[in-house]
């Protein structure tokens, strides 16, 4: 049996506070650890009550009589067999913290014997649940995301596709058309939800597909630059870089499209007042016991970007929110609600994490922790070749095989296509594409294929083609955004480009032509051709 000075110095010494009350309420033993997180001094534990002792943990720690009645009534008890647990929050020290709080009844022989309480620290697993919660949360309104991103981009594809033949069709005839303002204003409108997708589906990206070794301070002075043009006078631009910083791998226009966002928050915040916007960079090295004060925070070296405003501020209500996608405090028609939870969202990609600081009056502080990556520059594997020589007066004589299973999407693509003087075959699906080249496959020179279609998805067509018609380039055309290190994975070979709808003409024309020429540069055929 283990002696019983040995059990109460175990008790002394436990990270957990402790308090025995007898059947009068009388306390008859307490530990360190509970007169340290209840805020009493040790000696006024001594010839206490439970009851008196739980009063002034209550009042040192301000909690609220929500919380704090069932347990007096509890206490007040002697029927009870169950203990009563409650989550205590309160600030001990310079932070916020979590406390698991029960009080147990204690039978001997069917006896009341007393109370036993106990109080224990629960915040890192509180942040932790938060996280998970928050992670599910984003995890499934990404999944929605992506899924009207892709329907929604199919339809802007037909929209602005046939927007663009109409205007092609009247320039070319040069027709003088009444209500010009009007077709430009519902261009614009396109364009607008294309970039409003675009949004949508960096938020539910899983991962970065275009890594690079870079340093933050590049970046930060390139957003600087791209700001300071549409700033008002009284809103002032500073920069504080670290010049040791250390180098970050992950894609540096996802972490530019993070800084942007950040700083058109904060120029907002200062359009009545003016004020100032500050980026600042340094090198930080989080220890474990750091990370688990903060939901999602690691240890380890970390870059840290910090974009700070003197603005307005934020109320605790608006910044428990402001990661939350499609909440905006914007008015209507300014913002989407998406600025902000994509950028957390691209953070998180690249193993980092953000934290806010905000208070009304005073301003917002944005801190983007970005893992230490490896210091040289990893070089891009680009293919090397030479566009075809362009003759006058020649177009082009390709011939391109459009595979998609949107009847409107499929219709837009072959008609830009015959109108820039390609030769087109329109397939709708994956079965019906490979029908065409057991018929007509030497004919083909590039394949447009679309990845989410019926019968056959984009994925297996692609692996039918290069298992069995290798020679023939294909570039991979879908509303959702290309994951290549999955597509590798599932099909054993990357295609030769991606074209995102919804596209422009330019564009989708564009890299049909740079994909044909670098193929027939590598194959040795060199044959010239014009753009028509």
């Given at each position: 049996?283990?002696?019983?000075?040995?059990?109460?110095?175990?008790?002394?010494?436990?990270?957990?506070?402790?308090?025995?009350?007898?059947?009068a309420?009388?306390?008859?033993?307490?530990?360190?650890?509970?007169?340290?997180?209840?805020?009493?001094?040790?000696?006024?534990?001594?010839?206490?009550?439970?009851?008196?002792?739980?009063?002034?943990?209550?009042?040192?720690?301000?909690?609220s009589?929500?919380?704090?009645?069932?347990?007096?009534?509890?206490?007040?008890?002697?029927?009870?067999?169950?203990?009563?647990?409650?989550?205590?929050?309160?600030?001990?020290?310079?932070?916020?913290?979590?406390?698991?709080?029960?009080?147990?009844?204690?039978?001997?022989?069917?006896?009341?014997?007393?109370?036993?309480v106990?109080?224990?620290?629960c915040?890192?697993?509180?942040?932790?649940?938060?996280?998970?919660?928050?992670?599910?949360?984003?995890?499934?309104?990404?999944?929605?995301?992506?899924?009207?991103?892709?329907?929604?981009?199919?339809?802007?594809?037909?929209?602005?596709?046939?927007?663009?033949?109409?205007?092609?069709?009247?320039?070319?005839?040069?027709?003088?058309?009444?209500?010009?303002?009007?077709?430009h204003?519902?261009?614009?409108a396109?364009?607008?939800?294309?970039?409003l997708?675009?949004?949508?589906?960096?938020?539910?990206?899983?991962?970065c597909?275009?890594?690079?070794?870079?340093?933050?301070?590049?970046?930060?002075?390139?957003?600087?630059?791209?700001?300071?043009?549409?700033?008002?006078?009284?809103?002032?631009?500073?920069?504080?870089?670290?010049?040791?910083?250390w180098?970050?791998?992950?894609?540096?226009?996802?972490?530019?499209?993070?800084?942007?966002?950040?700083?058109?928050?904060?120029?907002?915040?200062?359009?009545?007042?003016?004020?100032?916007?500050?980026?600042?960079?340094?090198?930080?090295?989080?220890?474990?016991?750091?990370?688990?004060?903060?939901?999602?925070?690691?240890?380890?070296d970390?870059?840290?970007?910090?974009?700070?405003?003197?603005?307005?501020?934020?109320?605790?209500?608006?910044?428990?929110?402001?990661?939350?996608?499609?909440?905006?405090?914007?008015?209507?028609?300014?913002?989407?609600?998406?600025?902000?939870?994509?950028?957390?969202?691209?953070?998180?990609?690249?193993?980092?994490?953000?934290?806010?600081?905000?208070?009304?009056?005073?301003?917002?502080?944005?801190?983007?922790?970005?893992?230490?990556?490896?210091?040289?520059?990893?070089?891009?594997?680009?293919?090397?070749?030479?566009?075809?020589?362009?003759?006058?007066?020649?177009?082009?004589?390709?011939?391109?095989?459009?595979?998609?299973?949107?009847?409107?999407?499929?219709?837009?693509?072959?008609?830009?296509?015959?109108k820039?003087?390609?030769?087109?075959?329109?397939?709708?699906?994956?079965?019906?594409?490979?029908?065409?080249?057991?018929?007509?496959?030497?004919?083909?020179?590039?394949?447009?294929?679309?990845?989410?279609?019926?019968?056959?998805?984009?994925?297996?067509?692609?692996?039918?083609l290069?298992?069995?018609?290798?020679?023939?380039?294909?570039?991979?055309?879908?509303?959702?955004?290309?994951?290549?290190?999955?597509?590798?994975?599932?099909?054993?070979?990357?295609?030769?480009?991606f074209?995102?709808?919804?596209?422009?003409?330019?564009?989708?024309?564009?890299?049909?032509?740079?994909?044909?020429?670098?193929?027939?540069?590598?194959?040795?055929?060199?044959?010239?051709?014009?753009?028509?």
């Amino acid at each position: 049996m283990i002696p019983h000075h040995l059990i109460l110095n175990a008790f002394e010494k436990s990270a957990v506070g402790f308090l025995v009350a007898d059947e009068a309420g009388r306390i008859t033993y307490a530990n360190s650890a509970f007169s340290r997180i209840a805020g009493i001094p040790f000696s006024a534990l001594r010839d206490s009550s439970v009851h008196s002792a739980l009063i002034q943990l209550r009042e040192s720690r301000n909690l609220s009589s929500e919380k704090w009645d069932p347990v007096s009534k509890f206490l007040q008890s002697k029927n009870e067999s169950e203990p009563i647990k409650v989550l205590l929050e309160f600030r001990s020290g310079e932070h916020d913290r979590s406390y698991q709080f029960s009080v147990s009844p204690l039978w001997e022989n069917g006896e009341f014997g007393g109370h036993f309480v106990e109080i224990q620290e629960c915040t890192t697993e509180k942040l932790l649940k938060e996280g998970l919660r928050q992670a599910q949360k984003m995890e499934a309104v990404g999944r929605l995301s992506m899924g009207i991103a892709h329907d929604f981009n199919n339809l802007l594809t037909g929209i602005n596709g046939n927007l663009a033949i109409f205007e092609m069709e009247a320039r070319s005839q040069k027709q003088k058309i009444t209500g010009w303002e009007n077709f430009h204003f519902a261009t614009k409108a396109g364009q607008r939800a294309g970039e409003l997708v675009k949004q949508l589906l960096g938020f539910s990206r899983s991962e970065c597909t275009d890594l690079d070794s870079f340093c933050a301070n590049d970046v930060v002075s390139e957003v600087r630059g791209i700001m300071k043009a549409s700033l008002p006078a009284n809103i002032e631009l500073e920069n504080t870089l670290c010049d040791s910083l250390w180098h970050i791998m992950g894609d540096s226009n996802m972490i530019s499209q993070v800084l942007i966002n950040m700083a058109t928050n904060a120029r907002d915040a200062l359009k009545k007042s003016g004020g100032l916007i500050s980026f600042h960079t340094d090198n930080q090295t989080v220890s474990e016991t750091e990370a688990g004060k903060t939901a999602s925070a690691k240890s380890g070296d970390f870059v840290r970007i910090t974009v700070q405003d003197n603005g307005e501020g934020m109320p605790p209500e608006v910044k428990a929110k402001i990661f939350e996608p499609f909440f905006t405090t914007k008015e209507k028609g300014k913002g989407t609600g998406l600025g902000l939870a994509t950028s957390v969202e691209l953070i998180r990609q690249h193993g980092g994490w953000v934290t806010v600081e905000s208070e009304k009056g005073i301003g917002t502080k944005f801190e983007i922790y970005l893992p230490r990556g490896p210091e040289k520059q990893k070089q891009k594997s680009v293919p090397e070749f030479q566009p075809a020589v362009v003759r006058e007066n020649e177009s082009p004589s390709e011939t391109i095989l459009v595979v998609d299973d949107e009847e409107a999407v499929r219709n837009v693509a072959v008609v830009i296509l015959r109108k820039m003087g390609y030769q087109v075959i329109p397939a709708e699906d994956g079965v019906h594409a490979l029908e065409i080249f057991e018929e007509k496959g030497s004919e083909i020179d590039l394949v447009l294929l679309d990845l989410s279609m019926p019968r056959m998805s984009g994925q297996e067509t692609f692996l039918q083609l290069r298992e069995r018609f290798d020679f023939v380039p294909v570039l991979i055309c879908s509303g959702m955004l290309l994951d290549v290190t999955a597509f590798e994975k599932e099909t054993g070979g990357c295609p030769d480009g991606f074209v995102q709808k919804p596209y422009q003409i330019q564009g989708l024309t564009s890299i049909i032509r740079e994909t044909i020429d670098r193929v027939s540069a590598e194959s040795g055929n060199t044959a010239p051709v014009k753009i028509g």
